[in-house]
């Protein structure tokens, strides 16, 4: 910097400190391309960058009293510069982070949600579908798919012969699958795999 450029840029600090807008207007017409094209090189979004520039330049008009008219503005500006760039940056990686983690855990409530809701909705009609077989079919069904009991478990519990335990579930069963198979598609689907394991 020659000795003619040192006095004009301590002038116009000098102007700039004592509040004149003019000056501060200069200095923003100055430097703002270079610090606009610094901010892009951190954000990537031109936009972002010339807000960050923006409010760099304001803190220098807040802080203008402070200013050592001695010395260049412009490291000072790309300090300020750099700093709102970086917090800009932060800002925007928490958010983001907390934006993933509050969809991930909406997403999580919601499916828990809609799979409570289902499987009520499937115990409640399995129940209801139960209710129209034989009383000794009932029995035979729950110790075998609820209890997880075996054929010759249920036998001996039920004093029957494992046969007849083998016919009342197939009963049973047969009689289930064409009373899901008459309701909704995805009912008989998820049933199929709970129950007609």
């Known amino acids: 910097m020659n000795a ?5 840029e301590k002038e116009l600090l000098l102007a700039l400190k004592a509040g004149d807008e003019a000056a501060f207007r200069k200095v923003f017409d100055l430097h703002f391309k270079r610090l606009h ?10 936009e972002q960058a010339e807000e960050i520039v923006h ?7 807040l802080n203008r009293l402070k200013l050592n008219a001695e010395l260049s503005v412009l ?35 919601s499916n828990e949600t809609e799979e409570a809701v289902l499987l009520s909705d499937l115990k ?3 129940e209801q579908s139960l209710q129209s077989l ?8 729950k110790m075998s798919r609820y209890e997880g009991l075996s054929y010759d478990e249920i ?6 012969s494992r046969n007849t335990v083998k016919n009342h579930l197939v009963a049973a069963l047969k009689t289930l699958r064409t009373h899901f198979g008459q309701s909704d598609t995805a009912y008989f689907i998820l049933l ?5 394991k």
């Open 192 to 196: 199929s795999a709970i129950i007609f």
């Open 124 to 126: 409640q009609f399995t």
């Open 75 to 109: 490291p000072y500006l790309y300090t300020i510069t750099r700093r709102l760039a970086l917090n800009a940056l932060r800002d925007v990686a928490t958010s983001q982070k907390a934006m993933d983690r509050l969809w991930v855990t909406m997403e999580k409530l």
């Open 134 to 141: 034989p009383l000794q079919q009932q029995i035979v069904f």
């Open 37 to 46: 094209t610094f901010s892009f090189r951190f954000l990537k979004n031109k």
């Open 55 to 61: 409010d760099a330049l304001l803190n220098l008009w």
């Open 155 to 160: 036998a001996e519990k039920l004093n029957i």
């Open 4 to 8: 003619n450029t040192e006095f004009q």
